[in-house]
């Protein structure tokens, strides 16, 4: 992240202060900037013909102060319905938790005194994800559970070497940085320019898939994704808001993928139930083990994953055990299936 960059998350974070007072918590105050952000970064990229007329960030600067907070919950309700299918996804069910109009109206006007044109210069994906770094690291946030470190995600991502020829997918996306960082290595170790038609639609509509299941954290993988250039095809590719353990997660797995990268949640199920998916071979409760079996069930042939998972998925017994050996009879046969249709 560049000094400019670095400044800019800076004084961003900073405007949280302005909102304690309003008993706004870390998470809702990045969730509240998203919105705030989405309307004044459209702008700033002469992207705002996707939000509606009447409700852009200049209509909502102009307004007088006393008036600011009530056109600004009409906006944040208008949005959820009206617009482009990316406005509609990061304003859906949206509501603010701002309560005092000053308040609303220092944000405005600090977001609006920023060098934007540096943050344009450098790119507004770094300067979000230096917002989102920032929530992950605060630990009253709770937000370090969507949040994988980047060194981390780049090492994963260096040691796997997608390529143009992947289908990714990252089935517990949280804010999206597996696919992003898989997006940064593919096009620098290729060069787009010769990129075919074929390839060019495929990177645009059939390469990156993902799933969150708190709306919250969904919208910011969206806006993640577009300001790193990865605002996906709605009838293909994305981050879909959804439950993997569910009926959501049949869907997913049967895409297929021929990379896999995640971090997915550990521990049991809320209440302890079992997922409401019909498509595992081992029920279970235990979320890593589930995940699992998404896993190595949604890969293509010969595909590959790079997955976050706690120690005791290697040694647990009962239903652990079997997985594992569904696991390994999996890796057997393509193995076997691979030596027999090798050319001698």
């Given at each position: 992240?560049?000094?400019?960059?670095?400044?800019?998350?800076?004084?961003?974070?900073?405007?949280?202060n302005i909102l304690k007072d309003d008993g706004v918590t870390y998470h809702q105050y990045v969730t509240e900037l998203t919105y705030l952000l989405f309307l004044k970064m459209a702008k700033e990229t002469g992207t705002e013909d996707q939000i509606p007329e009447g409700y852009r960030w200049n209509d909502l600067e102009i307004k007088a102060a006393p008036d600011r907070m009530e056109f600004y919950k009409i906006l944040l309700i208008h949005l959820g319905s009206a617009g482009s299918r990316l406005v509609k996804e990061i304003f859906a069910n949206a509501s603010s938790f701002i309560r005092k109009p000053?308040?609303?109206?220092?944000?405005?006007?600090?977001?609006?005194k920023l060098d934007w044109y540096s943050a344009r210069q450098e790119g507004m994906g770094?300067?979000?994800?230096?917002?989102?770094?920032?929530?992950?690291n605060e630990k009253k946030s709770g937000a370090g559970q969507?949040?994988?470190?980047?060194?981390?995600?780049?090492?994963?991502?260096?040691?796997?070497?997608?390529?143009?020829?992947?289908?990714?997918?990252?089935?517990?996306?949280?804010?999206?940085?597996?696919l992003i960082a898989a997006n940064r290595y593919i096009r620098e170790h290729s060069d787009s320019d010769s990129w075919t038609e074929a390839q060019q639609r495929k990177y645009r509509r059939g390469m990156f898939y993902g799933m969150e299941h708190v709306q919250d954290t969904h919208r910011l993988?969206?806006?993640?994704?577009?300001?790193?250039?990865?605002?996906?095809?709605?009838?293909?590719?994305?981050?879909?808001?959804?439950?993997?353990?569910?009926?959501?997660?049949?869907?997913?797995?049967?895409?297929?993928?021929?990379?896999?990268?995640?971090?997915?949640?550990?521990?049991?199920?809320?209440?302890?139930?079992?997922?409401?998916?019909?498509?595992?071979?081992?029920?279970?409760?235990?979320?890593?083990?589930?995940?699992?079996q998404h896993i190595y069930r949604g890969l293509k042939p010969g595909g590959r994953a790079a997955v976050v998972l706690p120690d005791n998925v290697l040694f647990e017994g009962n239903v652990g055990k079997q997985i594992r050996a569904d696991l390994m009879d999996i890796a057997l046969r393509e193995h076997v299936k691979t030596f027999v249709n090798s050319p001698l």
């Open positions: 992240m560049s000094t400019t960059t670095h400044d800019i998350v800076a004084k961003l974070w900073n405007l949280c000053a308040t609303l109206s220092t944000l405005v006007s600090e977001i609006d770094d300067l979000y994800e230096g917002l989102l770094e920032k929530n992950a969507y949040f994988t470190p980047r060194p981390l995600i780049d090492s994963m991502v260096a040691v796997m070497r997608p390529t143009l020829e992947d289908i990714i997918q990252d089935p517990a996306a949280g804010t999206g940085g597996f993988a969206l806006m993640n994704l577009m300001l790193h250039g990865l605002d996906s095809d709605p009838k293909a590719s994305g981050i879909r808001y959804g439950d993997t353990l569910g009926s959501d997660g049949e869907a997913l797995s049967e895409i297929g993928a021929t990379l896999m990268l995640t971090n997915p949640p550990f521990g049991t199920k809320k209440g302890g139930g079992l997922p409401t998916r019909t498509d595992f071979t081992f029920p279970t409760s235990n979320k890593q083990f589930c995940f699992l």
